[in-house]
């Protein structure tokens, strides 16, 4: 689903060169929940952020779905992740002035393919799974922050993506709000054979994956099935 | 950019505004809505000023056409002939002769320079408005004799000590004292003080008026001449119809006729050109003032949300939308600034209009047409959009990685 070829990305600061992923090589296969970890520093949040075309590599190749991501326009990326990628972020990244149904709702009312209706079903329906459909008219403000990440989920997913990205979602979160919404992560990535992306550096988080990769100074050093990796 | 897309910026922009910080929404209107009063209350009171001086020229002093006497000549002679000629052209609503004669005033100790004009009262009436600005006593008759009225700054105040007048007058006239009045030919005479009048134009509120009659009695003989004639036009009749049918009649040959415009441009035109100045000044300052600070809002505005206009095209916003939330809020900002600028001004329009600035020459009250109100909103208008969507354009192209770690 995802083949990345040789990723590099280099940041100059003046005259120095920070190697933040130093020719990185890596397939996804669709339905991995693979999980990305390693110390601060690592690269892991570069190759999500590279995955997600968020950011620009320096050199080498990302092909999702057969179509090479670095021939697309500005208005191609943004549609591409509009219809086919889905975010979580770190600090939740909610509107603050719109309700959780309007947060959730956004994404799906972007799209030329669906109809008022079907972006509220769609909306109610995910709220629905995520258990938070009767704080729908809600600010963000008036959630816990296991709440606020649910409903980032909700927004990533209801325009049901192909890749699902999560930017060390429990970073901001206590162990019981983590493991709620971690559990989130695996009941749609089983229920709904979802390709997830999570970067992490909590070492519980990976009884969650299907696949680790570690990473040390942009480089993957090892990468294998959970419990079974193996070095590279 | 469809519809779509177009109602997802606006609903952003709505609830921005709806749910953000509402101090400063209310600052912000509160700003567009004062720069839009900035923008029509000096050049609106100006126009007033420039409407009543043209007013009391027309109802005081001119009229709608003039005839004077031609240059090198001192009066229109055969006068009863030019006005049954004036009177009989179509449009004329009614012709009045004045004739003007100075004296001086003696009332107990108080002696005062006066000007004494004479007039038919009953053609005047349908000229000028005076006789409906009578403070005391009653207007002139056609047939009265020994009899004057006088403007209000004459009869002054007896309650003043003539120290502190601010203007020489006859220290307390009221109705029915008899004045003593001087004629420059020697001709002296006492008067029965009728009425008093103030009209607020200075020139008549320091005159006398008495009946031509009254005049014949001063100058001795029929009073066959006219410092000028003032003509009122029926309504539907321009002046430049009713000016050409009088020179196309003969009027030219005794006299100089012009209409109001004429004597305007001539006169106050001067004055409301240099308003005209000071009206643009006062609108490219306001355009300023409002364009800048709205421009600072949104960059303000946009700054802080750097992040959140990161993360919205993360998730696939488009820029564009992102740009038109902002340009949304600024036409909301911007429409509502603008509804409360018209509502400060025509409020203020209503109390000038009952308490008008007033000075001896004229009173100001605010003058506004619709038209007015339509230009400065459209002008206003443009100004907060372009203000709005240049730092809007910026903010939404910058990079997400940059915006979001910002």
Same mark, same amino acid.
């Given at each position: 689903m995802i083949e990345i070829t040789d990723l590099r990305k280099i940041y100059r600061m003046g005259t120095v060169e920070v190697k933040a992923l130093d020719g990185l090589t890596l397939n996804i296969e669709k339905g991995e929940f693979l999980g990305i970890m390693g110390p601060s520093g690592s690269g892991k949040s570069t190759l999500l952020h590279m995955?997600?075309? &968020?950011? &620009?590599?320096?050199?080498?190749?990302?092909? @999702?779905?057969?179509?090479?991501?670095? /021939?697309?326009?500005? *208005?191609?990326?943004?549609?591409?992740?509009?219809?086919? &990628?889905?975010?979580?972020?770190?600090? *939740?990244?909610?509107?603050? $002035?719109?309700?959780?149904? +309007? %947060?959730?709702?956004? !994404?799906?009312?972007? =799209?030329?393919?669906?109809?008022?209706?079907?972006? #509220?079903?769609?909306?109610?329906? #995910?709220?629905?799974? #995520?258990?938070?459909?009767? /704080?729908?008219?809600?600010? !963000? =403000?008036?959630?816990?922050?296991?709440?606020?990440?649910?409903?980032?989920?909700?927004?990533?997913?209801?325009?049901?993506? $192909? @890749?699902?990205?999560?930017?060390?979602?429990?970073? %901001? &979160?206590?162990? +019981?709000?983590? =493991?709620?919404?971690? $559990?989130?992560?695996?009941?749609?990535?089983?229920?709904?054979?979802?390709?997830?992306?999570?970067?992490?550096?909590?070492?519980?988080?990976?009884?969650?994956?299907?696949? #680790?990769?570690?990473?040390?100074?942009?480089?993957?050093?090892?990468?294998?099935? %959970?419990?079974?990796?193996? %070095?590279? | 950019m469809g519809q779509k897309e177009l109602k997802v910026a606006f609903l952003l922009a709505l609830r921005s505004l709806q749910r953000g910080s509402r101090s400063s929404v209310i600052l912000t209107v509160l700003i567009i809505g004062m720069c839009f009063t900035n923008m029509i209350f000096l050049p609106s009171m100006f126009s007033g000023i420039g409407q009543s001086i043209t007013k009391q020229l027309v109802d005081y002093e001119v009229s709608n056409i003039l005839v004077s006497p031609k240059s090198g000549d001192q009066y229109i002679t055969d006068i009863d002939a030019t006005l049954d000629l004036i009177n009989g052209m179509p449009g004329v609503q009614r012709a009045s002769p004045h004739y003007s004669k100075g004296a001086t005033f003696k009332y107990r100790q108080r002696i005062l320079g006066v000007s004494v004009r004479a007039i038919s009262p009953m053609d005047e009436k349908e000229v000028s408005p005076v006789y409906t600005k009578m403070v005391a006593g009653s207007y002139l008759g056609e047939g009265d004799t020994g009899e004057i009225i006088i403007g209000k700054p004459i009869a002054g105040d007896a309650t003043v000590r003539q120290e502190d007048e601010f203007q020489a007058s006859l220290g307390g006239v009221r109705v029915g004292d008899s004045i003593t009045v001087e004629y420059g030919n020697g001709y002296t005479k006492d008067y029965r003080v009728k009425g008093i009048y103030s009209t607020g134009w200075s020139p008549v509120d320091n005159a006398a008026f008495v009946t031509w009659t009254d005049m014949e009695l001063v100058e001795g003989k029929t009073l066959d001449k006219a410092d000028y004639i003032t003509v009122r036009a029926k309504p539907g009749y321009t002046e430049q119809f009713i000016k050409n049918e009088l020179l196309a009649y003969g009027v030219g040959v005794n006299g100089q006729v012009q209409t109001m415009t004429d004597l305007l441009s001539k006169s106050v035109g001067k004055v409301l050109q240099s308003f005209a100045i000071i009206n643009a000044v006062s609108l490219v300052v306001s355009v300023i003032i409002t364009t800048v600070v709205l421009f600072i809002v949104i960059t303000i505005k946009t700054l802080n949300s750097r992040k959140q206009i990161g993360i919205l095209k993360a998730i696939g916003v488009d820029k564009e939308v992102i740009m038109h939330n902002y340009g949304f809020q600024v036409i909301i900002l911007g429409i509502l600034g603008i509804i409360l600028g018209i509502i400060i001004t025509l409020l203020l329009a209503a109390y000038m209009s009952v308490h008008p600035i007033v000075t001896p020459e004229w009173s100001a009250y605010l003058y506004i047409t619709p038209m007015d109100l339509l230009t400065n909103s459209v002008i206003l208008f443009c100004a907060a959009v372009i203000a709005g969507y240049v730092p809007a354009y910026q903010v939404s192209r910058e990079e997400i990685q940059s915006a979001m770690r910002a």
């Open positions: 995955l997600g075309l &968020l950011d &620009l590599p320096t050199s080498g190749k990302i092909v @999702i779905d057969g179509m090479d991501i670095s /021939r697309f326009t500005d *208005y191609e990326k943004t549609m591409f992740r509009l219809y086919k &990628l889905g975010y979580v972020f770190q600090d *939740y990244a909610l509107v603050p $002035d719109l309700t959780v149904m +309007e %947060n959730v709702s956004l !994404p799906a009312m972007l =799209r030329k393919d669906r109809t008022e209706e079907q972006t #509220i079903k769609d909306s109610f329906g #995910i709220l629905q799974k #995520i258990g938070l459909c009767d /704080r729908r008219e809600h600010l !963000p =403000r008036e959630l816990s922050g296991g709440q606020q990440q649910r409903v980032s989920l909700a927004r990533a997913m209801v325009n049901k993506p $192909d @890749i699902l990205f999560a930017d060390e979602p429990c970073a %901001n &979160l206590d162990t +019981e709000n983590s =493991r709620v919404v971690l $559990d989130l992560f695996r009941e749609i990535n089983e229920s709904m054979h979802q390709t997830i992306v999570m970067v992490s550096h909590e070492d519980w988080h990976k009884d969650y994956f299907h696949r #680790i990769i570690r990473m040390r100074d942009g480089k993957i050093i090892s990468d294998g099935i %959970n419990g079974a990796s193996k %070095n590279t | -």
